[in-house]
């Protein structure tokens, strides 16, 4: 399995301000994913993490919005930008080592939006 | 594309009970079905998971079923302890065989609230 971190924990964010949430996994995996969970949701998925390259969004979901970096196997982030009161969600890291693998999630970042 | 309902949304056992929670998919390539269990402010966690060319897989208290004909699915809990309140989420998706093949995201229920009671 992988340990996945994830920061911030938590955040209360001011409407039309920016947050960057990092993802930190302990060993090189193929695949990364963001995911949101609104309260008392299931999992969305927001787009698949490509190193190197752009990242790939769901229906849904664009880049303006939702800006993703990936610059190694083991790190990505995700920035929530311009934020309204609807994105108040907890937004989730998740990993595969391979096509083939389970998946494993991170334990989360708990964003509130004022 | 997938769609996967889950069955029920909240569900209250007394602990030593059994605990069965049921998933129904609609893609018929949809091969590998985790489940997972989110406890209160973390992530999910999964717990089990089971291949299309299975049945029915255990781990200890844990096992989960597969009925491909009907594209239904279950995870059974025996023995529920209070340890076991939690919300748990199906998912199914297309996972490349050893062979190779396609490669589908994870698509999931929408969870069901299981509480144990002591």
């Known amino acids: 399995s992988a340990v996945i971190s994830q920061k911030p924990s938590r955040d209360i964010c001011q409407r039309g301000t920016s947050l960057t949430i990092q993802c930190q996994v302990d060993s090189q995996v193929t695949m990364m994913f963001w995911y949101r969970q609104q309260p008392g949701q299931s999992l969305t998925l927001i787009a698949t993490?490509?190193?190197?390259?752009?990242?790939?969004?769901e229906s849904g979901f664009v880049i303006d919005k939702f800006p993703i970096s990936r610059p190694n196997l083991t790190f990505s982030t995700l920035t929530v930008s311009n934020m309204s009161p609807e994105d108040s969600s907890i937004y989730l890291c998740s990993v595969r080592f391979s096509l083939k693998d389970t998946q494993y999630f991170g334990p989360g970042t708990r964003l509130t939006v004022l | 594309g997938e769609n996967v309902e889950q069955h029920p949304s909240t569900l209250s056992v007394q602990e030593g009970d059994s605990a069965v929670i049921k998933c129904t998919y609609s893609d018929s390539a949809s091969n590998y079905f985790p489940w997972y269990k989110q406890e209160l402010g973390k992530g999910p966690q999964l717990i089990i998971d089971i291949r299309s060319n299975v049945g029915e897989k255990k781990d200890q208290r844990i096992a989960v079923t597969l009925n491909k004909t009907a594209k239904h699915f279950s995870l059974h809990i025996t023995e529920t302890q209070p340890e076991d309140s939690a919300v748990y989420f199906c998912?199914?998706?297309?996972?490349?065989?050893?062979?190779?093949?396609?490669?589908?995201?994870?698509?999931f229920g929408k969870g069901t609230k299981l509480s144990v009671k002591p």
């Open positions: 993490a490509n190193q190197g390259s752009e990242a790939t969004y």
């Open positions: 998912a199914a998706s297309i996972h490349p065989s050893n062979y190779g093949g396609s490669q589908g995201n994870l698509i």
